[in-house]
């Protein structure tokens, strides 16, 4: 469990205030990451790594809790949106960090298997990333054969990210 007071710089870049009821990965010292959750920077792989360690950890189901990590989920609620027209497509949002972890890649993929079923959908990307992963993130979209459909915005102040969500349907 983490220590009362205890910080991480996450992999994303942000400062975790960590709270005695989380499970963390940690030596005697301090913590690395948040179980289950995200790594420390201090767990990340740059040009400079020569060994990795593949940790694997399994948890009790009745153990596990959602951690928001400083995300003010009552400012993100269900809000009434406005309706669609006849034909318009089905907007879909993602707002985060671009790397692998948040799942962009998955929202890329999700938005090609609706468009080969015959749902007209778009999918507004919001966020950036390390360039190497953005280019893969472009490569996925021009393979999904959506690159019509999908716009990358880069990042938004938090305080548009409500709005963002009052405008699009998923």
């Given at each position: 469990r983490a220590k009362k007071g205890e910080r991480l710089r996450l992999l994303d870049g942000r400062e975790a205030?960590?709270?005695?009821d989380m499970l963390v990965i940690a030596d005697e010292k301090k913590a690395s990451a948040?179980?289950?959750?995200?790594?420390?920077?201090?767990?990340g792989v740059s040009d400079s790594t020569t060994d990795i360690f593949i940790e694997s950890?399994?948890?009790?189901?009745?153990?596990?809790?959602?951690?928001?990590?400083?995300?003010?989920?009552?400012?993100?609620?269900?809000?009434?949106?406005?309706?669609?027209?006849?034909?318009?497509?089905?907007?879909l949002l993602f707002v985060g960090a671009l790397w692998e972890g948040k799942g962009p890649l998955t929202a890329v993929k999700a938005l090609g298997l609706l468009r080969r079923s015959g749902i007209e959908a778009r999918l507004d990307l919001y966020g950036d990333g390390v360039p190497h992963f953005v280019a893969a993130l472009r490569r996925l979209?021009?393979?999904e054969g959506v690159s019509s459909s999908v716009s990358i915005q880069g990042r938004v102040p938090r305080s548009a990210v409500a709005d963002l969500c009052?405008?699009?349907d998923i």
């Open positions: 205030a960590l709270t005695p948040v179980a289950g959750i995200m790594g420390g920077v201090g767990s950890a399994v948890f009790d189901p009745g153990s596990i809790e959602v951690q928001h990590l400083g995300v003010p989920t009552a400012e993100f609620a269900a809000a009434p949106r406005p309706e669609r027209l006849p034909g318009e497509p089905l907007r979209i021009e393979q009052r405008s699009h």
